[in-house]
């Protein structure tokens, strides 16, 4: 923990910025605002990347009360914590699966599940949805990918479940469409604690490559089962059958990445009116 004095709203916050450790956040709070989207001036795009600042945020700035004293303003910064990581281990008599997720991240992505294409959807969700995610998965391939295929998405759901903890302070909703040249997929999804999965797609081919077409809603079954989700895919458009895989997925990253980042105004409860997200 540390602490920086802020002189005045002006450009001279850049040299306190400058000042803050590497990888620090930093929390701030005041009547006063500030929109990152301007500090385009104040910051190089070198300490802007280390600092992981959004744009799109604003951050509220720690005005001491000086009584008349003169004290300074004062912006306080920590140290990140790990992340929010799940890790589940699932062995059965037909698969043998590790999952790692950390929903802090930075879209790291190391997968081998023996399904190639299922390997390469893994890749989509993890950097579109900017986490980190590790899979090592063998199974019963040799019959068909279907075990293997369920009991990653069980065993990434259950990990999902785990790392987000008591949901507090979280959007909890998420929503986006993702297209990919002829193909768009609409996905809405919420972190209620219930799962339910309405799914509509369209797959035109019974095969991508060797993956069979018809587990892609398996899978998104198996992890709303797991993870508690309540999960929407709408298929708008497409005829290529990979297209409209694979925009699924990024869809489907992009709404969750939503639904799992921090709502800076909900102060770290829970987003319910009931006070807690659960299976009930």
């Known amino acids: 923990m540390g602490t920086g004095f802020l002189p005045s709203a002006s450009s001279r916050f850049s040299l ?16 006063l605002r500030f929109d990152f989207s301007n500090t385009s001036f104040l910051l190089s795009e070198f ?19 000086d009584g008349g004293n003169g004290v300074l303003p004062a912006i306080s910064t920590e140290m990140p914590h790990e992340g929010r990581i799940g890790e589940v281990k699932r062995v059965t008599k037909e698969t043998n699966v590790h999952v790692k997720l950390n929903l802090d991240g930075s879209g790291i992505a190391d997968c081998s599940t023996g399904i190639p294409f299922l390997d390469h959807m893994l890749d989509q ?19 068909d990918d ?12 259950t990990a ?4 987000l903890g008591d949901r507090k302070g979280i959007n909890r909703f998420g929503h986006f469409a993702a297209p990919l040249d002829e193909a768009a997929v609409e996905v809405i999804l919420d972190l209620s604690g219930r799962p339910h999965l309405s799914c509509d797609l369209q797959i035109l081919t019974e095969r991508v490559g060797t993956y ?53 105004r909900r102060s770290g409860t829970v987003p319910s009116s009931k006070g807690v997200l659960s299976r009930s």
């Open 16 to 31: 306190l910025l400058d000042r803050i450790p590497q990888n620090s956040r930093f929390r701030i709070s005041t009547a």
């Open 146 to 157: 279907h075990h293997t295929n369920e009991d990653i998405a069980l065993a990434l759901g």
């Open 212 to 264: 069979d077409t018809q587990l892609v809603e398996h899978f998104f079954q198996s992890l709303v089962n797991t993870s508690g989700m309540t999960l929407h895919i709408q298929q708008r458009s497409g005829k290529n059958s990979h297209h409209i895989i694979e925009a699924t997925f990024k869809a489907f990253a992009r709404a969750l990445r939503q639904a799992i980042e921090h709502d800076i």
């Open 47 to 65: 300490r802007r990347s280390r600092l992981h600042l959004c744009t799109s945020q604003a951050a509220h700035f720690s005005r001491l009360d």
């Open 160 to 163: 999902l479940l785990q790392a």
């Open 125 to 143: 969700l993890a950097s579109h949805g900017v986490l980190d995610i590790f899979v090592r998965a063998s199974g019963d391939i040799h019959i």
